[in-house]
């Protein structure tokens, strides 16, 4: 080895050495600061890349989980009113009953058509006034809907035997052209190659009957009234040579329940209104069964006929309040997986970001204890030119 003053090779090692424990220490200092095993890319640059993904999918989840608990929220607001509107058609067919009894003249049933009319103001104003967060929940705007295209009208009887009194394609595909065909037999309802035939025989409606005729493999339906009866062979004739069009669904309210995209549940909030212009047919007849309630003379016999469209109205905010239902358990259920897979994904973004605090403690400690031994070695080398120069003394 040469013995220099010029150059104290064992110094600048030992230099080096230091910087090298030094930076250690830092490192293992700022990881445990932070918590982070990644403190920046250079620590881990494809672990890096990897959590920050897993980051954006535990945000997204969580996020999720909460829209589906405020989803939750509102699907439970508009089953809570039709809970109230529930009570309020149980005792308006209570009162249906009372006056179908000739106990009662008509002054007394024009007192029970008094709070009749109360108890239909107060469905019809639980019907605008539920909402949630300014969004309607019982009026219908939030339904999703298919419409037929054309009237009843244009779909209507040509005989005075009878005549379609509604249309439903609420289950149909949307923009489909559906067409009907009298087979002689029977009406034919076809679309894109899938045809399915009602007989006349099962279209017969009785005197003063209504009849609901359904093409369960399309998912339309057609209701049909007679003052008269018919086989069903005027049906199948008359409408045998028309057409119903479906037009697209509304948009219904749209629960984003993922952390991707399209990954959504939907819910129709639906029209308990009781009017004659819009909603479900079912609370169409019950207006139409008050109005003859109401007009004139009450009689005994107007009574009888509103229990039986008061059973339909009651059946229909069943069906509704079942619906809301199973969309509340089905998000429930999204929502505690949501929670389950951004815990097990949080464990595994821990496992790549996260500190192991034991290992890097003692990563700590012996960096320090290097740090300290090069220091000490570091002022031992600094004291070498000193002894070339004691040759010279």
């Known amino acids: 080895m040469v013995m220099s003053i010029a150059n104290n090779v064992a110094s600048i090692n030992a230099q080096r050495s230091l910087g090298k424990a030094a930076g250690a220490l830092q490192g293992s200092m700022g990881k445990l600061s932070s918590g982070s095993r990644i403190t920046n890319a250079s620590d881990d640059a494809a672990g890096l890349a990897i959590s920050e993904k897993l980051r954006g999918e535990i945000k997204g989840l969580n996020q999720a989980a909460r829209n589906g608990q405020n989803a939750i929220s509102m699907v439970q607001t508009a089953e809570g009113a039709l809970e109230e509107v529930h009570g309020m058609l149980q005792r308006m067919r209570e009162l249906a009953v009372q006056g179908s009894n000739d106990t009662l003249d008509d002054t007394d049933r024009e007192f029970i058509n008094v709070e009749m009319k109360e108890l239909r103001d107060q469905i019809n104003s639980v019907s605008t006034s539920t909402e949630f967060n300014g969004k309607k929940l019982a009026n219908g705007n939030l339904e999703s809907t298919l419409v037929a295209a054309g009237s009843t009208t244009e779909l209507g009887m040509a005989t005075a035997n009878a005549s379609v009194v509604g249309i439903d394609v609420s289950n149909a595909a949307g923009n489909t052209t559906f067409t009907f065909t009298d087979t002689g037999t029977g009406l034919q309802l076809a679309t894109g190659g899938i045809i ?198």
């Open 196 to 393: 399915q035939e009602i007989s006349d025989a099962d279209m017969t409606i009785g005197v003063d009957g209504q009849k609901t005729i359904t093409w369960d493999t399309h998912g339309v339906s057609l209701t049909f009234a007679s003052a008269l009866g018919d086989d069903g062979s005027d049906i199948a004739a008359v409408l045998g040579t028309k057409t119903i069009v479906t037009a697209a669904a509304n948009a219904s309210a749209t629960f984003h329940t993922g952390a991707d995209k399209a990954q959504t549940i939907s819910v129709d909030f639906k029209n308990v209104e009781i009017n004659s212009g819009a909603g479900d047919a079912r609370m169409q007849q019950v207006h139409t069964g008050l109005a003859a309630f109401e007009g004139g003379t009450a009689t005994r016999a107007e009574a009888e006929d509103l229990i039986e469209d008061l059973d339909a109205a009651i059946e229909y905010i069943s069906e509704t309040r079942a619906g809301y239902g199973a969309s509340q358990n089905r998000l429930e259920s999204a929502v505690s997986n949501l929670q389950q897979t951004a815990e097990n994904l949080t464990g595994a973004e821990s496992r790549i970001r996260d500190v192991d605090v034991a290992a890097e403690s003692a990563e700590m400690a012996r960096a320090a204890v290097m740090q300290q031994a090069a220091v000490s070695v570091l002022a031992q080398a600094n004291q070498q030119p000193n002894l070339a120069l004691k040759l010279l003394s």
